[in-house]
């Protein structure tokens, strides 16, 4: 049998066609009472959903109202054809098998976490409730599809977590390639509870090191290295993500004192020299040869061999340099205040995440951990727990707040398909990286660490220490250290309660927005 092919011309003949919403020559999505459709304007209607100008029913909008273009139900406007799921019903984009999104995703899902026995492995099934209950099922197929590099990789992983292939443990997650398509599958693990909650940074740096290992050729420095990372990193992480939450920051640190020990390992092989026979011309000529941030990176490591005695402990290591960032003047501060309040065209997040660092005083590594449950709203007063009492919020402030909430981004993706937090990041469970947002503030002319400066000199020259470090969330030894910077007069302040209802201890500082 021979096949034969359309030409070009039969083609745009059948295929093609003028959308009647958009305007272009595209693809033929469908011939609507108002006219063909493209693919894309069609997809775009049946998603849109609400009240029905027309018979008042909530339903999909995909028509159009003749005279003023208001979206209408298929009812209204005279569809031939229908967009219900044939197996549950709802009305939206339909895909194969007249199947609506939701359904196709299960379907998918099914398939891919089968034991072997037609049914979902009974330890994934609280990962299938938590994808297919997403507000947006279309951003979960697209996740199915998404290709980095190997085709499919999710759904393999899925298809391989189903017949049991990985075990549900993070040391085996640790291990998979693509790391990034891995890391992602063990947050929603993590998130619906199928593993045990653990750091992301924390495993984030465990996934790291054994690639940075295999690649240190000299067995003598992999095995020092491997101790280092065991009996002096590792540690101090595990007991950071106990006490609080691992940073960006603090895991780029770790791995970065990984990196020098490593380098200045290399560096003493290349003088002929050994760790244990390390003196102290050889740590001096390192701290002449290196900038300040690689000496800081290499304390501990020096710190550890000597303690370990696997180096003289005579040695001495240079005290390091501390230097800190000028604040903003105050003028600054209340001019970057206002531009964030009033300025439209600076991203929501942004401003709400601004505002609480200017007015609050709060590091963006704790702006970012806030939940919507920390917005606590007492009739027509909106307050903001940051310490105890919770922080009253200014009229315009709050309203920023309040908008931000109902419009957050990363809300409606396979990534995050629940999020309670202020911020919420592109991953599974996780709220927006500090450093991320660190980054976009300064780019909108708000830097995080000098305006958090201005912040806290500011409310401890009109209050006293111990009621701004309860208000904010600070250690009281850090205001007494920043009073005696600014040269503050509550040195003498009597110790005891002095809690005051939660919109008494106010500062005037946030008091100039409204």
Request: proline content about 7%.
């Amino acid at each position: 049998m021979t096949r034969t092919y359309a030409t070009d011309e039969q083609y745009e003949r059948w295929y093609m066609a003028e959308c009647c919403r958009c305007g272009r020559r595209r693809h033929k999505g469908g011939s609507w009472p108002d006219g063909y459709v493209c693919r894309t304007c069609s997809d775009r209607a049946v998603r849109t959903r609400g009240t029905c100008p027309g018979c008042g029913q909530e339903r999909a909008l995909p028509g159009l109202r003749p005279g003023d273009g208001a979206p209408i139900c298929t009812t209204c406007a005279g569809f031939s054809q229908t967009f219900d799921c044939s197996r549950c019903g709802f009305e939206g984009k339909l895909l194969g098998g007249r199947l609506c999104e939701r359904c196709t995703l299960s379907d998918r899902l099914t398939a891919l976490l089968d034991d072997g026995t037609g049914h979902i492995h009974p330890a994934l099934v609280p990962l299938f409730d938590l994808l297919v209950a997403m507000d947006q099922p279309r951003s979960g197929l697209a996740w199915l599809e998404m290709r980095r590099g190997q085709p499919g990789n999710a759904s393999q992983l899925l298809r391989r977590l189903g017949l049991g292939e990985i075990p549900l443990t993070h040391d085996a997650f640790h291990e998979l390639q693509p790391w990034r398509a891995a890391a992602h599958l063990e947050e929603l693990l993590m998130t619906c509870g199928v593993l045990p909650a653990v750091d992301k940074y924390l495993c984030s740096f465990q996934r790291w090191l054994p690639g940075h290992l295999a690649r240190i050729a000299d067995p003598e420095h992999v095995k020092t290295i491997k101790l280092f990372a065991t009996w002096r990193v590792l540690p101090r992480l595990r007991a950071r993500a106990e006490r609080s939450h691992i940073t960006p920051s603090v895991r780029r640190f770790a791995a970065e004192q990984i990196k020098y020990a490593t380098a200045f390992l290399q560096w003493l092989g290349e003088r002929n020299s050994t760790l244990a026979s390390c003196g102290q011309i050889d740590i001096d000529a390192w701290w002449v040869g290196n900038n300040e941030h690689s000496r800081t990176c290499l304390r501990a490591f020096l710190s550890w061999a000597m303690q370990s005695r696997r180096c003289r402990r005579t040695l001495s290591i240079p005290a390091m340099k501390v230097s800190r960032r000028a604040a903003l003047s105050e003028d600054e501060r209340l001019d970057a205040l206002g531009r964030l309040l009033t300025d439209a065209e600076i991203p929501m997040r942004l401003r709400a995440a601004g505002v609480i660092g200017l007015l609050y005083a709060q590091p963006v590594s704790r702006i970012v951990r806030l939940s919507v449950d920390d917005v606590i709203r007492d009739g027509d007063t909106v307050l903001l727990r940051l310490g105890e009492p919770a922080s009253p919020v200014p009229a315009p402030v709050a309203a920023l707040l309040l908008e931000h909430i109902a419009n957050r981004d990363n809300m409606n993706t396979a990534t995050n398909p629940a999020s309670c937090w202020l911020f919420p990041g592109r991953r599974a469970g996780q709220p927006f990286r500090p450093d991320h947002l660190s980054a976009l503030l300064n780019e909108v002319g708000v830097p995080a660490a000098a305006a958090r400066g201005a912040a806290i000199r500011q409310q401890l020259l009109e209050l006293p220490g111990p009621v701004v470090a309860d208000a904010l969330g600070y250690h009281d030894k850090t205001t007494s250290r920043l009073i005696r910077e600014t040269g503050g007069t509550w040195s003498r302040y009597a110790p005891g309660d002095h809690a005051r209802s939660p919109t008494g201890w106010l500062p005037r500082g946030p008091a100039t927005v409204d």
